[in-house]
């Protein structure tokens, strides 16, 4: 058995990160979010997504015209993330786990015409 599959057999909450394994021993994060948990952790970095979600969301329904549905489905989730559902804490942590294996398309072409293809 390799190292690495020793640790995920020890640490269920140890995360893959491209071809690296993070587990939860890192360092406590500072004050502005629960100091009494780690931050490195999959609820830490899911919980920071969706605060870093939460900030996006609530800036662009001030400055774009989006619909009142959307408004009305986004005000739902602004909430703590420790009061959110399993289900959407569930859809952080895969989105979070998502983020961390997948690389970004930086030449991506985006369209803004509005049109589709």
Same mark, same amino acid.
Request: without cysteine; aromatic residues 8%; hydrophobic residues 30%.
């Given at each position: 058995?390799s190292e690495?599959?020793?640790?995920?057999? #020890?640490? !269920?909450d140890?995360?893959?990160?491209?071809?690296?394994? #993070?587990r939860g021993?890192l360092p406590y994060?500072?004050?502005?979010?629960?100091?009494?948990? &780690?931050l490195?952790? !999959?609820?830490?970095i899911?919980?920071?997504?969706?605060?870093?979600?939460?900030?996006w969301?609530?800036h #662009?329904?001030e400055?774009?015209?989006?619909s009142?549905?959307?408004?009305?489905?986004?005000k739902?989730l602004w909430i &703590?993330? =420790?009061?959110?559902?399993? =289900?959407?804490? =569930?859809?952080?942590?895969?989105l979070?786990q998502r983020?961390?294996?997948?690389? &970004?398309?930086?030449?991506?072409e985006?369209?803004?015409?509005?049109d &589709?293809?």
């Amino acid at each position: 058995m390799s190292e690495e599959e020793e640790i995920e057999d #020890i640490d !269920p909450d140890a995360w893959r990160v491209g071809d690296s394994l #993070i587990r939860g021993e890192l360092p406590y994060h500072g004050d502005s979010v629960d100091s009494a948990k &780690p931050l490195y952790t !999959p609820d830490g970095i899911a919980e920071l997504a969706h605060r870093l979600w939460t900030h996006w969301s609530q800036h #662009i329904a001030e400055e774009e015209d989006i619909s009142e549905d959307r408004l009305e489905r986004w005000k739902q989730l602004w909430i &703590p993330y =420790e009061d959110l559902s399993e =289900e959407d804490k =569930e859809d952080d942590r895969r989105l979070v786990q998502r983020f961390l294996s997948e690389k &970004p398309d930086y030449d991506a072409e985006i369209d803004t015409t509005g049109d &589709p293809e």
